[in-house]
């Protein structure tokens, strides 16, 4: 991911912009073919197990099972179904959802489904510009009301921090991170929350059961807690999955297991967090990416 983009993303003019959709996109019949995406799993997180618990999540799923469009899902729908429970509990004093890491829109199209409703905005922020161009047209075809208020920024979240959040006044994000899922990025990317702290009123979090080879150093949960102490309060999101289960077994493509018994995600909520890094004398451009020569 780093190299990605340093060598690539940040050479693109859109790096660290808001990005316009493609009206080529609209009449797609098979998008990800169209903007190359391959889809490996083709696994489908069904809403409707959890239809009949709220009227908007509800609409939620009935309108994303309805969508006739090819496409994998990253999380678990328990996932989904506890990300938009964080949001219907908050989104009294929430104003914006912030999707970072939108791969091809699955917790986007949850999180669209709340803007409506809640009277809420979405910014769809990814380092690759195909992925937030496809989960924003999974989105305009399942809540095409919505599009007037969801926004795809082309960066990392440091660089959204940068270049958009530190900069507003009265905006309450609730982000949600399904990004890098690497130790280091993932402690820069909460590491530059702390520079719009006041700007958010919480974080939650995907893969913090997430293992596999060393060489991904895939310790999202062990990054939460050096930004925030081993006695960090959060709620637990998604799925749990019982010892001796396959996804507890090294896969045969890239060695990802998850742990045992530990939930899918974190709910941090900031309200009385406390900060253990960055120190305060640090500054938010050294969390920022560092272009490097250009790939090829």
Not at 97 to 120: Q, R
Not at 150 to 158: A, K, N, Q
Not at 213 to 219: A, H, K, V
């Amino acid at each position: 991911m780093t190299d990605y983009v340093a060598s690539v993303a940040m050479h693109e003019k859109s790096w660290g912009t808001f990005l316009e959709p493609d009206p080529a996109l609209e009449d797609a019949e098979n998008l990800h073919e169209r903007l190359g995406i391959p889809i490996l799993s083709g696994h489908h997180a069904d809403l409707t197990v959890f239809k009949g618990h709220n009227s908007v999540f509800d609409r939620i799923a009935t309108r994303a099972k309805d969508v006739n469009l090819a496409y994998e899902d990253q999380c678990s729908a328990q996932h989904y179904y506890d990300v938009f429970s964080c949001v219907e509990r908050e989104h009294g004093t929430v104003t914006r959802l912030v999707d970072v890491g939108v791969f091809m829109g699955g917790s986007a199209t949850v999180l669209a489904g709340c803007v409506e409703p809640m009277g809420l905005e979405l910014d769809l922020v990814d380092v690759n510009p195909v992925f937030l161009q496809f989960a924003r047209e999974r989105v305009r075809r399942v809540f095409p009301r919505a599009m007037t208020r969801v926004r795809m920024f082309h960066g990392d979240l440091p660089t959204y921090v940068a270049n958009v959040l530190r900069g507003e006044q009265g905006t309450r994000a609730l982000i949600h991170h399904d990004g890098a899922h690497d130790f280091n990025q993932v402690v820069k990317d909460l590491s530059s929350l702390y520079y719009a702290r006041d700007q958010i009123h919480g974080v939650a979090l995907q893969d913090t059961h997430l293992r596999g080879e060393i060489g991904y150093f895939n310790f999202v949960d062990a990054a939460v807690y050096a930004m925030f102490g081993v006695d960090v309060k959060y709620d637990a999101l998604g799925s749990r999955y019982p010892e001796g289960s396959p996804v507890t077994a090294p896969n045969q493509w890239n060695g990802n297991y998850f742990l045992a018994d530990t939930p899918e995600g974190m709910y941090v909520p900031f309200d009385g967090v406390k900060w253990k890094y960055p120190h305060p004398t640090m500054e938010l451009e050294t969390f920022l990416p560092v272009k490097a020569p250009p790939a090829g």
